[in-house]
Every structure is written in structure tokens, then in C-alpha cells.
């Protein structure tokens, strides 16, 4: 039995009112696709096919190491944040699953939590473990490293810790483990690269080897930050040379802000799914470094030619295709359950055009060496205005036609305001 947060009449009332002309916009589009002999219900299918998860700590505000500036009613706790995360997923219908965090989400009854997201209409995604930062009472500090570290003790413990994450994966439901290190160094000379690695792969083997046979171990890389000299797991090739390593279960996970400024991610993309190690997909958006803007805020349209990758790689899936998909982004200055409204949008729009690329017109382009009859296929696609096709897959799914403009009407924030309790000062991570 679901329990849905924002009332159903003020969902309906809103869409009566904009149905109309949402009509006439579908019917108008699917007109004009007809004439490039693409069928727009076909197309709304696959759309309202597409989910991307959304991560419990970004429902809260987010900070950057200089300052975080709380919001009015923001959640506090696992609880209230599956609450706004049911919120984004009632209007958007295409976040229906949760990514937690530990120990930031833990809690004493899993198969509780399991039931309360149920109730909310949630599932729970890939679990992410945290060894970057200490926790009050751990008997080991990661100030060394974690995996990486130099001291064992540190290592067992943050093996421990992952292990601990798979165990409560397996009572939510999940079969992901999402691991991203801080590991590295600030100073050349403050660690040995190869030895750093070296250990990395030993501990990562140990966790490998608590996997369930169903669960897959999804290896993050970032470039820089926190370690500003060198970082164990820095890149997708590092990535992808540990995943081989660890075996069949361990797969990359992309983070688009965790690339040098300019790299072309898209091509990433394809080479991890050409070796059949693409698990995952943080969505965020960035200008200088691991910005953690919102998806498509900043350069849409590479979102779109990694959208256009993965297509062609669900059209020629090698193994086990079922890439997690995420949002990871740091909402510092808008209400999360807004950013995330506009980011799975942002982020579905492109699956979207990337599924009306004339793939026979790009192939048979490609084949001829035709270069602006190539860079056409895919420019007619980008151009393409894909709200429509989204905001009736929505709609007939039971969201909101305007998803911000439904949550604002909903009074949703102003009320927890109210009713929640105040999240203090300070300098905050997400
Ligand atoms: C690290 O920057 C990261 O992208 C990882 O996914 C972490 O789990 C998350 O951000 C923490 O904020
Ligand atoms: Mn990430």
C-alpha cells in the first residue's frame, strides 16, 4: 500500500489544466517525426522505460568546504529524505529508486527502512561505502588512506566497512556496491604509486570476494579531490585495469565531473562498454572541476553525445548491460527536490533525442566517411524539442505535466518548514 507525499487532486487539477495543450504539442511533434518515419509512441515508451536513481544526501543542501547554507525544512535524516526523494519520483515518475550513503543513512532496522520506501513508492539503488572521511568512535583514522592506506589495521577496517554496506545492501534490496576512495597523496614522494595501487587491489580483492554472485562492485574514479597530488583510482583506466584485475563482478562507474576539463567522455563511454565494464553513471554537470552542477546546466550537449553512446551501446549490449544510472550533484543554492526535478528531466530529454538519432543515417554516414551527413544525423536529434513526448510519458504515468511548477503549488517546502527541525550552521560536504 503506497503513500504517496503531494495529493493526487492537486496533481490532476494542475495537469487538467495544461493537458490540452500538451495535446496538441505531442500530436504536433509525432506529426512531424511521422514524416522521418519515427513513431513518438514508440519513442514515450522507451522514455517512460528510462529511471535514473537519486542520491539520499542530495536531498539535502549541499556545501562547499568554505561554507553550506542550510534551507528552511531541508531533511535532517534517512527518514525525511526518502519523503522529498518520493516527492521527485510522484511528479518526475523517473526516479523510482534511492542510492543511500553509509554510515551517513544507517539505521537500526533495514527491513523497516526496505518497507517505508516500499510505502513511498522507492526501491533502494547501489550502496555507497565511505572511507573518506572519519566517523566519531572508529578505531582507525583514513587521514593514511583507506584501501590504500599503508597500515593494515586502517585497510582491514575499511574492508570491514564495505562489507558492512553489502549486508545492508542485500536487506534493502540492492545489488550494487559503489566504491569511491579518496585515496592519494598531496606531496610527490608522499606515497609510492605502484605500491599504492598494489595495496588498493589487495584490499579491493577481499571485498570483491563478499560479493553476493548477483551483485556487481562498481569502481568510481575521480582525478583529483581531496588528493590534490595524485589519487589511487584517478582514472577510467586505472579503473577498468582494476575492475579486469578484481574479475566479471567489478565494473567502472563515470562520474561526468570527475574528468580533466575537455575530455571527451563519450568516447570513455565506449570503450568501457567495448570491454563490457560499464556499471555506472554519476549525472551532474560541471565548468571547472568536480563542480557537481546540475545535469545539463552547463554543456548539454555533451550529455547528449554520451546518451548517444549509450544507446548504441543498449542497441549492441556486450554481457550483462544494466548500467546504474545516478544523479551526484551538489545543490548548494536550490532546493534539492527542484534541481533534482530539472536534472532527471534534463537527463531523460537526452535519452530521449539520442533515441531518435537515425542510427541506419549515422551507420551508413559513418561508413561512407560522410562527416556532415554524420554530424547531421545527430545534430537533427539534438535539435528535436523532446518535452512533449516527457511530459506525456509523465503524465501517463501519474506524475505532473509541470513537475516545478506542481511541487511549487504544493506548498511542499514552506510546509516542511514548519514542521521540521532546523539544520544547523557549518561547513558542509555532500
Ligand atoms: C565523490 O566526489 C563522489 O562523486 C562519490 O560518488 C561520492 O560517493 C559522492 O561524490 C559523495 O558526495
Ligand atoms: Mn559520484
Keep these: 500500500m503506497t503513500n504517496l507525499p503531494i495529493s493526487a487532486d492537486l496533481i490532476a487539477e494542475n495537469n487538467t489544466r495544461l493537458l490540452p495543450a500538451l495535446e496538441e504539442d505531442y500530436h504536433a511533434l509525432g506529426r512531424k517525426l511521422t514524416r522521418g518515419g519515427v513513431d513518438v509512441d514508440a519513442v514515450k515508451t522507451r522514455v517512460a522505460g528510462f529511471s535514473v536513481a537519486v542520491p539520499s544526501w542530495g536531498a539535502g543542501r549541499g556545501g562547499t568546504r568554505f561554507a553550506k547554507f542550510p534551507l528552511a525544512g531541508e531533511p535532517t535524516n534517512i527518514h525525511e529524505k526518502l519523503e522529498d526523494c518520493a516527492v521527485i519520483n510522484q511528479l518526475s515518475r523517473a526516479t523510482p529508486r534511492v542510492s543511500p550513503h553509509f554510515p551517513w543513512d544507517k539505521v537500526s532496522d533495514y527491513a523497516g527502512l526496505r518497507q517505508e520506501a516500499a510505502a513511498l513508492g522507492l526501491g533502494f539503488d547501489a550502496v555507497n561505502s565511505n572511507t573518506f572521511q572519519d566517523q566519531p568512535g572508529q578505531a582507525h583514522t583514513y587521514a593514511t588512506g583507506s584501501l590504500s592506506s599503508t597500515d593494515a589495521a586502517t585497510r582491514a577496517q575499511a574492508v570491514a566497512h564495505n562489507i558492512e554496506c553489502i549486508e545492508i545492501g542485500r536487506q534493502l534490496g540492492s545489488r550494487d556496491l559503489t566504491v ?235 510546509r516542511k518548514a514548519q514542521e521540521r527541525k532546523a539544520v544547523g550552521l557549518g561547513a558542509g560536504i555532500i
Design 180 to 414: 569511491w576512495v579518496g585515496d592519494g597523496t598531496n606531496f610527490p614522494g608522499q606515497q609510492d604509486l605502484g605500491r599504492s595501487l598494489e595495496r588498493y587491489l589487495d584490499a579491493a580483492a577481499q571485498i570483491y570476494a563478499a560479493l553476493p554472485d548477483d551483485w556487481r562492485m562498481l569502481l568510481e574514479y575521480k582525478m583529483f579531490e581531496p588528493a590534490f597530488y595524485s589519487s589511487v583510482i584517478s582514472d577510467w583506466g586505472s579503473s577498468i585495469l582494476a575492475a579486469q584485475e578484481l574479475g566479471p563482478k567489478a565494473k567502472c562507474l563515470v562520474d561526468l565531473g570527475h574528468h580533466a576539463p575537455n575530455v571527451n567522455i563519450e568516447q570513455i563511454v565506449a570503450r568501457l562498454h567495448r570491454f563490457g565494464k560499464l556499471g555506472g553513471f554519476h549525472f551532474n554537470d560541471s565548468k571547472y572541476g568536480d563542480d557537481d552542477l546540475d545535469s545539463g546546466s552547463i554543456n548539454p550537449h555533451q550529455l547528449f553525445l554520451v546518451f548517444n553512446e549509450l544507446v548504441e551501446a543498449e542497441l549492441a549490449p556486450r554481457g550483462d548491460f544494466r548500467p546504474a544510472y545516478m544523479i551526484d550533484q551538489s545543490h548548494n543554492v536550490t532546493d534539492p527536490i527542484e534541481s533534482m526535478l530539472s536534472s532527471a528531466e534534463a537527463i531523460t530529454a537526452c535519452y530521449a533525442k539520442a533515441i531518435l538519432v537515425d542510427r541506419a543515417a549515422l551507420h551508413g554516414a559513418q561508413e561512407a566517411n560522410d562527416t556532415m551527413m554524420a554530424f547531421q544525423a545527430l545534430r537533427r536529434a539534438y535539435n528535436v524539442d523532446v518535452g512533449p513526448i516527457l511530459a506525456m510519458a509523465r503524465y501517463e504515468a501519474g506524475g505532473a505535466i509541470d513537475v516545478l511548477a506542481t511541487y511549487r503549488a504544493s506548498q511542499w517546502r514552506p
